[in-house]
């Protein structure tokens, strides 16, 4: 059940959906979710952060045959799951593409940065019978938990070595080349629309433009980011030091977070001021992540600044990086903030 402690609770009226995975292969019809995800919620639409919320646990049907549990927790199809391990077994520090271009990081970006909390496809605005849009969706690390949750999935990247991943790792989504200025879809066809560590980087104005424009009366747009959410267990304090003295001055940014100054500035919700879009709704899912060395050293490296580095800097940085890492396994405390809305009719 989701709970909304009552002094958050002014204006929730709707009750989020509970999200499991389906129980099905990739190569079967969705069914369904049957099962509960015992999960806390805390929910409000003001821009203040609640203290963090605590994780449900996962119901015992959904560890059954068909499906696995990943390191983060949450329930993929077992095909899916494979695929994901395939990748990340496969993964190597880039080698073979100059700085600066965009087939450099895909895999790093795929085997190091968290995905998101299953139950944050369950919003309430958004129902299962639902055709959904991911856009800039990168490698799917959203679109494969909306596969599960809806009827139809569309996933819109404009980066082609994005695409490539995402097409392989959701196969059951349909990937478009396109941006959130120009959505390569008819007016009115979709329910939904979500975004996921993305809006930021879209011209907000002309992206909530287009939304409105592909999304049906009274559609939702859902957005999410990851952030920090407590300090990394063991503790990689020397490998911050490092980076933090490694990274250029002018960065803008913490040089080893996810939190782009772009997101952390509140920039991005201007453009809602105009825009045809209800007030934002939001809320915090706890969303933690496990990784080893190499998705360690996978998430540095997927870092903008890091990938930008010609080889003869980055490869020995990356060596210096993992020198710095000793323990098998690292636990990171991320937390979802979520962000929705509807388009008002
Ligand atoms: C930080 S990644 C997030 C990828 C994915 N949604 C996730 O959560 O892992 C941001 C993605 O947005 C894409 N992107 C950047 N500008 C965009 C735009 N104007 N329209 C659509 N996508 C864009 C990038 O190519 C990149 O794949």
């Not at 449900?56 to 927790?73: C, D, F, I, N, Q």
């Not at 629309?193 to 930021?200: D, G, I, L, R």
């Not at 952030?227 to 490092?242: H, Q, V, Y």
């Not at 045809?276 to 809320?283: I, S």
Request: net charge negative.
């Amino acid at each position: 059940m989701i709970r909304v402690p009552a002094s958050m609770a002014r204006t929730t009226p709707e009750t989020f959906r509970p999200l499991v995975g389906h129980a099905a292969t990739v190569l079967q019809p969705v069914r369904r979710p049957q099962t509960l995800m015992a999960t806390r919620w805390a929910v409000r639409d003001s821009n203040t952060r609640p203290p963090a919320c605590k994780a449900g646990a996962l119901p015992t049907e959904l560890t059954a045959r068909a499906h696995r549990v990943s390191a983060s927790g949450v329930v993929y199809p077992a095909a899916v799951l494979a695929a994901l391990n395939a990748c990340a077994a496969a993964w190597r520090p880039n080698i073979g593409m100059p700085a600066g271009s965009g087939d450099r990081w895909p895999e790093d970006y795929e085997r190091g940065r968290p995905g998101y909390p299953a139950e944050a496809v369950g919003v309430p605005c958004v129902l299962p019978a639902s055709s959904v849009l991911d856009l800039g969706a990168g490698t799917g690390k959203l679109t494969r938990l909306l596969v599960p949750a809806f009827d139809e999935v569309v996933a819109a990247e404009p980066a082609e070595a994005m695409r490539r991943l995402l097409t392989t790792l959701c196969p059951r989504a349909r990937v478009l080349a396109g941006s959130a200025e120009e959505i390569p879809l008819a007016d009115a066809c979709v329910d939904g629309v979500f975004a996921a560590e993305a809006f930021h980087w879209f011209d907000g104005e002309r992206a909530l433009a287009e939304i409105a424009q592909v999304l049906r009366p009274g559609g939702a747009l859902v957005l999410m980011w990851n952030l920090p959410a407590g300090p990394t267990e063991p503790s990689i304090a020397a490998l911050d030091e490092l980076v933090q003295e490694r990274a250029p001055r002018d960065l803008g940014y913490d040089p080893s977070d996810l939190n782009a100054s772009t997101y952390a500035s509140g920039a991005w919700r201007d453009a809602f001021a105009e825009s045809r879009f209800e007030q934002l709704q939001e809320a915090w899912l706890p969303n933690p992540q496990t990784l080893d060395r190499d998705g360690m050293v996978a998430f540095l490296a997927s870092m903008g600044w890091i990938a930008a580095l010609p080889d003869d800097e980055r490869l020995p940085l990356l060596d210096r990086i993992r020198s710095l890492l000793d323990a098998d396994e690292y636990r990171r405390p991320w937390e979802t903030h979520l962000c929705w809305t509807r388009l008002r009719r």
